[in-house]
């Protein structure tokens, strides 16, 4: 009698224990985004790399986990969300490891990858009941341009081509938009709707956006699925544009139009594109996510100088980050907690590419950064939402040291590139420059003050072993150790 009543409460036990677990057992949804070449896919393969190689000669001294000693391991699993492609790490660690290195390729759309990390509970109710527990971490990158149609949801179509036409008639987009404002212009809007003409006139368009993006070096691109259109390239749902001067036209006309006429067909697209893509986005996707990281590149954009691209383009990259960052205004005012319920509890901001400077221009970057997310801070709501900015390299890929310097000695950095039409790399040494730790004034521009450089990453790195990093182990540190104690 006595033994079946102690098996009974030793199964009772074991089921508690691993309801418990069950229970406490942590998972986090952690979303990468940013802009284009912002460096995501660089950071989501070291942040990979740093926890499957944990013990491997890691240098993650920041991360209390790894500090403490109750990391035990981490492993890639199969991801639980079959419908989103997968994000291809072993392609992008391969490129980096290759005797002959390089950067991964450019990604379009959006992926996920999914890591358990295995690790021995030391403060939590877990220590109770296992030695060791699970944090599964599902990982997404998406592209940080999706974010900027946000505000698309605000406006109406008469709305949204306004604004979009003030943009596009402004320095730096005015002079080569010029000609498709007016041809759209031209346009009888109440006649009737050219399926073949509105494709040719969207595609015009999407080649300006992609113009103003990657020659131009401009960040605000709307909407942003247009030149990142991930499964929907091709699709009638992205073909339509602003339509210039629309409040010149009669309001009862413009509210009578049919969705047959070229005006009612782009109203019809552009409410369908609201519904369909940018909400879709929000609900699928984020708003399963519970933490997320914004990654800005804030060098690229102070190394043009001589005209004003430079400050263009970098009133510009502010521009982006302010509506980057109205998707997370968690506060009354903020459209998107009308919209959804969101759920992020920590935000945190990283300037990437750290080592394309010098350690102590690491601190005014961080400042810059600080400077560029200010601006919109008072609109975030700091109870909801726990914010950090860091500057970091995913993938450190130079050394630093001294040299003497007119008898003075500076601070430089050294690392590989490839010359213009070469087939060799060379090393160099140089020093880059100053990081303002203000937004720059307009004689900064002129004064062509900072020297950026597309380093090559290091020759030498294991697949198997941790990738040199700045602060890969304080973002850890930010971004999960709190769900493992
Ligand atoms: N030196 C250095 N360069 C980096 C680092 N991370 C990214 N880069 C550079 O930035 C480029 C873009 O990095 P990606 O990781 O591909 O950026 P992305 O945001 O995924 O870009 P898309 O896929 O085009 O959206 C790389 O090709 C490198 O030249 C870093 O840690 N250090
Ligand atoms: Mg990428």
Redesign the pocket.
Known sequence: MAIIKKKRLDKLKNKASELLNRSLNQHINLAVT?L????????ITSLVNQLINEGNGSRLSFFDPVHHGNFIAAKRIPQKNLSIPRFDYDKAISSLTNEIPS??E???GISELRLAIRYQPKKSLLKYTTDMATLTLDITDY?GEWLLDLPMLNQTYEQWSEQTQALLSTAPRDKISQEFLTKVGQIDPFGAADEDLLAKLSKEYTELLHTFRYQLGLSVIQPGRFVLPAELAGAPILEFFPFPNLNEIDGNDYQNASDDSFIGMLRSRYIEYKEQVVKVFYQQHFLRFDRQIV?A?CLTPLNACSDNSGSESFADLQLAIDMILESYNYGQSGLFSRLFSPKIDKLLFAA??A??VTCEQHAPMVSLLNQLVYQSQHKLNYEAIEMKTLAI??????SSGNTLHKGQRISVIQGNTLPKGQELTEKITLFPGAVPDQLPEKNYWQECAFNFI??LPITGMSKHKPLPHIRMDQVLQFLLADKMI
Do not use: E, I, M, Y
Request: proline fraction near 10%.
């Open positions: 940013g284009s070449r912002s460096g995501k896919t660089a950071f950067w991964p450019p990604t379009h592209p990654l590149d990437t590419k080592d394309h390299a995913s993938v450190k890929s130079t597309n380093f």
